[in-house]
């Protein structure tokens, strides 16, 4: 099918839901097509290709108060009509919702530049085998690489008949790698962007590789409260976390966020500025929400103050200050979610922040975190590939994993040095690009079994 094509369907299906839906009070149509590649391999070797190409067609309809919403996969005018009327039948049972804010209007979308990458979202199982032949070839011959290279390409038209309409697509490419060596050595590395292009495959393997080498034989350590220096990965899972358990809007106005009561007060170190933009240069996805609002900036963290949250829809008219394009595809029971953060860069290399530390630990990444007590930004998880001892400002052997229990906002009220590179992190949840951090205190709770 090509390109035209998919438009002209797109639009064929959005008459067929609006027109479907003339009993309803409102009607809302988005239709998406997600295509990906997907190459995995492990052992060194490529073992598998994967292939996906999705079109949804979601709708929701307004009856008296009364939202009703369907997806299907028919992707034909007669599936459009088809859909709407479950929805309206799904409508005539529901509750009228109080909160209805009513659907998104006419509004033009900000520039936002080209999201898209034309051989990226052509791009052949052979091109990924290539980039992947690059990283594995970084490999030692006493270790084994792991991992996957995604290409991705989304578009999506959404409709309303109050008269919003918008079309965009967008291209992702994501590179992430495990290296595992001798006596349970293991390194990782990722590189993600909106162009296949822009993935480095050797670089991510001869990191990957190089960490794997530097934590042969890791060294007993104790837990307890360790001053940390952080790679943007494991700060990325800080960072997006806060995502969960602050920024939203509607946690915010039922007093279940980190940020309830807090806003206008100190949250961080004055060195911790955190925001939301999908219009910056270097963010990827859509210019517009799930709910058709443009999508916009949002500081969070200004100098370490609580600056604000995002919004819905729904958030936004119960705040009285309006969606700010954060709304995710209804029906939405989560509420608003920040899916393009940023915590601004510093002046420090990481080189330096490790230098500033006498006796403490750097950590690669965590893995398996989990939210503890979001209201008190409390998440647990451990650390995975790559944590190093340092001592005297620098990095002297590699120690043992370690589980963690931290209030984020607390960790961050400590930080007293920022890096000065952004990196973007292979988020599936959006794309967060952050710095390294040093936090003068992290705890750490128990030793890991490897």
């Known amino acids: 099918m090509s390109r035209s094509d998919d438009v002209g369907l797109a639009d064929r299906l ?5 027109a479907a839906g003339r009993d309803a009070d409102g009607t809302e149509v988005t239709i998406s097509r997600h295509r990906e590649g997907l190459t995995r391999f492990a052992a060194n070797v490529v073992h598998q290709h994967v292939a996906t190409d999705d079109t949804t067609v979601a709708v929701r309809v307004v009856l008296d108060g009364r939202v009703g919403a369907c ?31 009513g659907l998104a209007g006419p509004v033009d979308l900000a520039p936002w530049g080209d999201r898209h990458d034309e051989s990226t979202a052509q791009a052949s199982p052979d091109e990924r085998v290539a980039i992947v032949a690059e990283l594995v070839a970084q490999v030692g011959d006493d270790q084994r690489g792991a991992g996957a290279l995604s290409t991705a390409e989304t578009e999506v038209t959404f409709a309303t008949t109050e008269g919003a309409h918008h079309q965009a697509r967008c291209t992702r490419a994501a590179l992430s790698t495990v290296v595992m060596g001798p ?3 293991s390194g990782w590395a990722e590189d993600a962007g909106i162009a296949l292009g822009g993935i480095d495959g050797s670089d991510v393997g001869a990191r990957a590789a190089k960490l794997c080498r530097d934590t042969v034989n ?10 940390v ?6 700060v990325m899972t800080l960072v997006d976390h806060l995502g969960l358990c602050a920024f939203s809007g509607k946690a915010w106005t039922e007093g279940r966020s980190a940020f309830s009561g807090r806003l206008g007060g100190p949250v ?5 500025s955190i925001y939301d933009d999908a219009l910056e240069e270097g963010a990827g996805g859509l210019p517009f929400d799930g709910e058709g609002t443009p999508k916009r900036r949002v500081e969070l963290i200004t100098k370490g ?13 119960r705040a009285g200050v309006g969606s700010t394009g954060h709304g995710l595809p209804g029906p939405n029971p989560w509420g608003p979610y920040p899916g393009h953060l940023v915590l601004s860069p510093g002046a420090e290399s990481l080189d330096e922040l490790i230098a500033g530390v006498d006796h403490g630990l750097l950590v690669t990444r965590f893995w398996y975190t989990r939210v503890v007590n979001p209201k008190q930004s409390l998440i647990t998880g451990m650390t995975r590939d790559g944590t190093f001892r340092i001592r005297e400002g620098r990095v002297v052997a590699p120690v043992r994993n370690l589980r963690y229990n931290v209030s984020i906002l607390d ?28 936090l003068r205190s992290f705890t750490f709770t128990s030793v890991t079994d490897h």
């Not at 220096?229 to 494991?234: F, T």
């Not at 961080?268 to 911790?272: D, Q, T």
């Not at 103050?305 to 008219?317: C, E, K, L, Q, W």
């Not at 952004?422 to 949840?429: A, K, Q």
């Open 183 to 185: 006596n349970g050595a």
């Open 229 to 234: 220096v952080l790679a943007s990965p494991a």
């Open 305 to 317: 103050i609580a600056s604000g949250v995002v919004h819905d829809r729904a958030s936004g008219a």
């Open 218 to 227: 890791p060294e007993p350590v104790e837990p307890g409260d360790h001053t």
């Open 411 to 438: 960790a961050m009220a400590g930080c007293d040095g920022v890096g000065n590179e952004l990196h973007t992190c292979c988020d599936e949840g959006g794309d967060t690009r952050v710095p390294a951090l040093r």
């Open 268 to 272: 961080a170190s004055p060195l911790i």
């Open 14 to 18: 959005v008459d067929a839901a609006l």
């Open 71 to 101: 997806t299907t996969n028919d992707v034909s005018p007669e599936g459009a009509g088809a859909a709407v009327r479950s929805a309206l039948a799904a409508a005539r049972l529901t509750p009228p919702d109080p909160h209805w804010p």
